[in-house]
């Protein structure tokens, strides 16, 4: 009985999904691609770099890679604090 | 019987590792310029620590690799790359200061499709090293901080 | 209709096949693995955003003049998030390793009912 509920809580998931997938834009024309544009044709002026993506993680959107650098660091942490007090010796 | 890896493992092992790391210093290096950078390859330098590791065992590496240096020099990476992005306060948070008037990596890139340049980008590679620095640490800790966690105390 | 927009449905079959291991299977390291699946869709739906007709790829180096570019943005925000998933799956595996040595089993039946 449970399963068979959850059996048609995935089906219409999946079919909501997709149904939303087949009927999107169609793939490879990209709409408002303005700002995309821009970074486009501006990296090698202001950020003198060959790499527009580099320049887009690191200089343009820099602010991200902080988040996601402190997230890292932060998961590091974790797993290091949750295996502490079964070391007894130091490696 | 004991437990190890045959001896062709450890011998391809011996041979093999210093090259992965190479090639992972090879990406970072020229990030701004060929596909890769500070992520990617501080992820190509874990692996081959972690080759090591499942080559010889926790046994082999017990005095060679120490979890505490290594968390230090994840530090030292985190609070490089947040002082970078304080560098160009003049202007706003994370500026390029350095990118076509700096001493060092200071030369305005030529427009269009070219051979790269190493020269170029400002502070984007030393970004590039300070990031590479803090994955390539990080997730070697995390691999020896499990082998040893898991290995020690095993359910009675 | 149906050709055309493939790449997008191959990412959501990806998400519908990890739901599936979410749903359905008791093993924690089964779950584990579908919560992994979940995320490789959700990142490969946002690479195949970003695609123009005929476009390279968007670096200079040696790069055929007089073509167009993909959008670099959603390659950018990929990076990132594949990041973060393999954080959660670093700290979802240290516990699954503590659940195991807890409790004897993986079983998340039996993991409710077992007390100490």
Known sequence: MKKAVVFTVLLFVGAFLLLSAVQMRPFGAPTNPLMDDYFISHAQAEAAANNVVTSIVFDYRGFDTLGEATVLFCAVLGVVALFR??????V | MNGEMSVIVRTVTRLVYGLIIAFG?????????????GFQGGAVVATAFALLLVAFGAAGIKGK?????????????ALAFLALGFLGIGTTFFYNLLANHGPI??????????????NTAGTLVWMNWAVGLKVMTGLASVVVVMLIGARKGEPE | MMIGNFPFVVSILLVILGLYALLFKRNLIKLIIGVSLVETGVNLFLVTLGYRTGGIAPIYTY????????????????LTSIVIGLATTA???????????HYGTLDVRKIKELKG
């Open chain 2, 105 to 118: 990596f200071g030369r305005p890139d030529v427009i269009g499709s070219n051979p790269g340049f190493l």
């Open chain 1, 85 to 90: 007090k079964l070391r007894e010796d130091e």
């Open chain 2, 65 to 77: 690799l120490n979890a505490h240096l290594l968390q230090s020099l994840e530090e030292v990476g």
């Open chain 3, 91 to 101: 700290l979802l595996l240290s516990f699954a390793v503590f659940i195991y040595r």
């Open chain 2, 25 to 37: 210093f090879y990406v970072i290096m020229h990030g701004h310029l060929t596909p890769g950078g």
């Open chain 3, 63 to 78: 790069a055929p003049t007089q073509q167009p570019m993909v959008l670099p943005t959603p390659q950018a925000l990929t």
